[in-house]
């Protein structure tokens, strides 16, 4: 072991207390994680020299993966400990971040992939799954023209976000690692793996859709993680409505709902909420207003139940 190395393993030791104080996830343990991290920057003479130079900054990178209860595991492809800007940061994977939707409970699953001009893409409504005719083996797919993710809730709903090749890169251009390759030529991950860059971007905006559950601070802090400190100019988020008169009237469509009195009525509430949650783009007010009818369907039922039982 050179001598860098050795100091290095014994920072990140010595933030044992500070890693077991912060850690979100039992699973993580700090043996094995602080063992990823020395293999990481062990590999690398460049991360390893860049450690040397701000060590505090591996210290924080450690900490961080048990703040945000994820692993530096090479096998899991998680997370990653990358030299950048004069530190070392801990980057997430778009595959990490869906783990921790999975992980919390959020979703049961979602897939994030690549849309080729040669390809068939259609997506059809909010709570349905989108179809992609994909050609894997094709020599010449053509243009790489977008990207969605597709996460299947709890519930068994499809909850689909698509952008444009030309959406992703006006995200991509705003960020600091992109616009130092532009002025310094110096490489960033949009330049070496801009098909996992596209597939992060689909995830982290779709992931604002995704159902909130009380155990998914996990997945906001890494969200939030990449956002300050990742550099990729993902806080924005779409409105979901240009103008107030188009958007969408989750208040009065959940009113309806309450006041259904049979699962017909209701139904034709429920039809009219999503068209019109889908015409003012509001994804998330989609999903609040789902969860007030299935609440709504339940009570109706229930008062079925009743009334069966009483007649008899």
């Known amino acids: 072991m050179s001598n860098a190395l050795a100091i290095i393993t014994g920072d990140i030791y010595g933030a044992k207390d500070a890693f077991q104080q912060a850690l979100a996830a039992p699973s993580i343990k700090f043996e094995a994680e602080a063992g990823f991290a020395i293999q990481i920057l062990g590999k690398s003479e460049y991360a390893l020299g860049m450690a040397m130079k701000n060590r505090q900054s591996v210290v924080d990178a450690v900490t961080n993966v048990a703040a945000i209860g994820i692993s530096l595991n090479p096998a899991k492809k998680q997370a990653y400990l990358v030299p950048r800007d004069n530190q070392i940061c801990l980057d997430i994977s778009y595959m990490g971040l869906i783990d921790l ?16 001009a040669s390809e068939i893409f259609e997506v059809d409504g909010f709570d349905k799954p989108p179809i992609h005719k994909r050609k894997p083996l094709a020599k010449d797919k053509g243009e790489l023209i977008g990207a969605y993710v597709v996460a299947k809730t709890p519930d068994g709903d499809y909850l689909t976000e698509v952008m444009s090749i030309s959406e992703i890169y006006d995200v991509r251009d705003r960020s600091s690692a992109w616009k130092a390759w532009i002025s310094k030529q110096k490489k960033c991950p949009w330049v070496t793996d801009e098909g996992e860059m596209c597939r992060k971007t689909l995830v982290k905006r779709g992931s604002k859709y995704w159902p909130r ?39 009065g469509f ?41 609440a709504r369907r339940t009570v109706l039922r229930e008062q079925n139940t009743v009334d069966m039982e009483s007649t008899q």
Not at 215 to 220: G, K, P, V, W, Y
């Open 101 to 116: 939707a999975v992980e919390c409970g959020s979703i049961m699953w979602a897939q994030a992939n690549l849309v080729y």
């Open 213 to 251: 559950v009380n155990s998914d601070e996990r997945l906001a802090r890494a969200v939030h993680h990449l956002n300050t400190e990742g550099e990729e100019g993902l806080a924005e988020v779409r409105t979901p409505a240009a103008n107030a008169a188009d958007a969408f009237d989750l208040a």
């Open 254 to 294: 959940i009113t309806q709902a309450n006041a259904a009195t049979t699962e017909a009525d209701l139904t034709k509430v429920y039809a009219a909420a999503m068209a019109a949650a889908v015409a003012a783009n509001d994804k998330q007010g989609a999903v609040t207003f789902k969860t007030a009818a299935m």
